[in-house]
Each structure stands twice: as structure tokens, then as C-alpha cells.
């Protein structure tokens, strides 16, 4: 991840402020262009081939939506943002990939960037680059691959379900970017199921070899995620306090609650931040408790053969006059003595509750 991250700065390096140059890992991806045209009574959905077919839409009287995936298609990018007259240092951030969320205003337009976090087919943690732009009756949206979080908010276009038909450009704003929050939950639901799973591993009597790494990679896995729900705090707040053209009060309510929601999960991150911080202290205390116990016992098993070991020694010197050597009971004797010594200090360690 790091090496990509080093050669993607590379590819920027020297360039022009507005120069549009992908950065991303997912350059083969193809580009798709959907539409959605709406408004109450009416209802239009299509796919484009070509980007120019877009134009038409975004001049239309309807609510439009345009999603655009594939940001390796830096052409088509450049000529829609030349359409809406978008700034080049927009585009340049549509195309970056390494871009932290945050909110442009223009006159015109908003421009707002996300992130969309999901786990792969590996269960790793995926991040995919989105950007909104909000215009005078459209949003446009750019993504890096198909596949996204959007399918609700297409079948409640389609299906006419709820206020977003009724509502204008700014609302569906709302809409995408709400299901991007929500989705933010299902993430966290699944980071507490894998803390939990590991939680549980570490009071088994033979941990997983591998859950050092488990726990390194829980680690980097929560600070993505807090890369990408911290700062987004702030771009809503400024949503909702944006007395922009574009917004309508009645759009700035949801965005309250939509602020309240990112604050919950900006909550829920930093306790499993905490929890996963301690997950390997934890894991070095069962380590060292349970050497800790197999040093109890080796070295109550030590102290009580010091004093066996003391008397075999005296009696296995090679003096020859040794008085207890003439007693002809001499050897049951000194096996007697072993077994009380014995058996008295284990008693003596149950006593001091040891054993």
C-alpha cells in the first residue's frame, strides 16, 4: 500500500496545478456512464456510451443524476468538466484518488468528495474514491470501478418510493452521500465482529500463530477508516451550515441528522480504535500469564527436589565412615525421610494456595 501510495505521488510530481492525471489502482476499469431523469410524474433511465450523450440531461428540467464510473478515462472527465464549466483544480481531484474528503463552493455548483469503504472478496479493507458535484438541478457522480452503495437509492428512483422524486437535486445530494454513511455502519458492525473473534482467540489455551498479524492488520485496517470518517465531519457541517443557492433549508434538516449519524460512527471508530490498541497488550499479558504459570510450576517442582537433591548428596559422598551406612534399615529410612520431605511441602504449597 505504501509503495502504491509513493508511486502515485509520483505520477503528480511536476505537473501543472489542474493537470488531470489518475491516481488509483484500478486504471483497466472500464467507463460506464448511467443516467437517471426524474421528477414526480416522470421517470427516465439510461446508459450512455458516450459522454457528449450526457449533456443533454444536465440541461434538462428534471432532476438528473449522471454516474460516471471509470476515473482512468481522464478524456472523458475533462469534457464533461469543461461542459459545466467546472475548475480544473475540481477535476484534478476528481482523478486524485489520495484526495481527503472536503467541499469546494463555487457559484454555481458544490463540489464535495467522499470515501467508500467496503471489504473485498479477501475480507480486506477496500477504499474507493467517489466525488459529487451539485448543480442547478443535477448531480454528477464519479466513481473508480462499478459497484457502490447506491442500489437502494436507484430503487427508490425508479420505484417512485419516498420523497426523493418529489425533492430537488440537492436532496438526491443528501441521498447519495446518507448512503455512503450508512454504509460506514455495516463497516463498523464488521470491525466489532472481527475484535470480538480475536478476543475470544486470545483466552483459547492455544492461540492462532497468526493473530499478531490479525491484530497489525486491524490496526491499519481502523486507521483507513478514520482517515476517511474524520474529516468527513466536517464537510457535512459545512453542508448544513452552507447558505448556498443550491442548498434549500428544508435539505439542511436531513443534513442534521446526517451530520448526527457521522458523529455516531466517528464515535464507534475511536472505541475500537482503544479496543484494538489494546488487543496486543492483551494478547502480551495472556503470553505473559501463561509463562507465568509455567514458571510457578517449574519452580515449585525445583524447590522441592532441593532439599532431595540435598540429602542424596550427603549420602552419595564417598566418605567411608558414614554412620547411618551401618544401620541396616538405612536405605528404607532415608526413602522415608524423601517422601516426608515430599509430601510435607506439597502440602505446605496447597496451604499457601500455590498449587
Known sequence: MEETTHSSVKKTLGLAPG?????????????????????????????????????????????????????SHTEAIEKIGGYCSLHPLILEDIANTQQRPKIDEYENYLFVVLKMLYFDGDEQLAIEHISFVLGDGFVISFQESDGDVFDSIRNRIRNNKGRLRSMGADYLLYALMDAVVDNYFNMIEAMGDKIE??????????????????IQNLKREILKIRRAVFPLREVVNRL?????????????????????HIIQVSE???????????????????????????????????????????????????????????????????WGALVIIFIGLIIYFKRRKWL
Open 197 to 214: 473473534e480475536i478476543e475470544d482467540e486470545l483466552f483459547e489455551e492455544k492461540p492462532n500463530d497468526n493473530i499478531t498479524y490479525d
Open 268 to 334: 464507534n471508530v475511536e472505541i475500537y480504535r482503544d479496543m484494538i490498541w489494546g488487543l496486543m497488550d492483551m494478547y502480551m499479558t495472556t503470553i505473559s500469564n501463561k509463562m507465568n504459570e509455567v514458571m510457578k510450576v517449574l519452580t515449585i517442582i525445583a524447590t522441592i527436589f532441593i532439599p532431595l537433591t540435598f540429602l542424596a548428596g550427603i549420602y552419595g559422598m564417598n566418605f567411608e565412615y558414614i554412620p547411618e551406612l551401618k544401620y541396616k534399615y538405612g536405605y528404607y529410612i532415608f
Open 240 to 260: 448544513e451550515k452552507n447558505e448556498h443557492k443550491l442548498i434549500t433549508k428544508k435539505t439542511q434538516f436531513y443534513l442534521r441528522d446526517l451530520y448526527d
Open 19 to 71: 493537470s488531470v492525471v489518475y491516481v488509483g489502482e484500478k486504471a483497466t476499469s472500464d467507463l460506464y456512464i448511467e443516467v437517471f431523469d426524474y421528477d414526480k410524474s416522470f421517470f427516465e433511465e439510461k446508459e450512455l456510451e458516450n459522454i457528449e450523450d450526457a449533456y443533454a440531461f444536465i440541461d434538462s428540467k428534471p432532476i438528473t443524476w449522471i454516474n460516471i464510473n471509470g476515473l
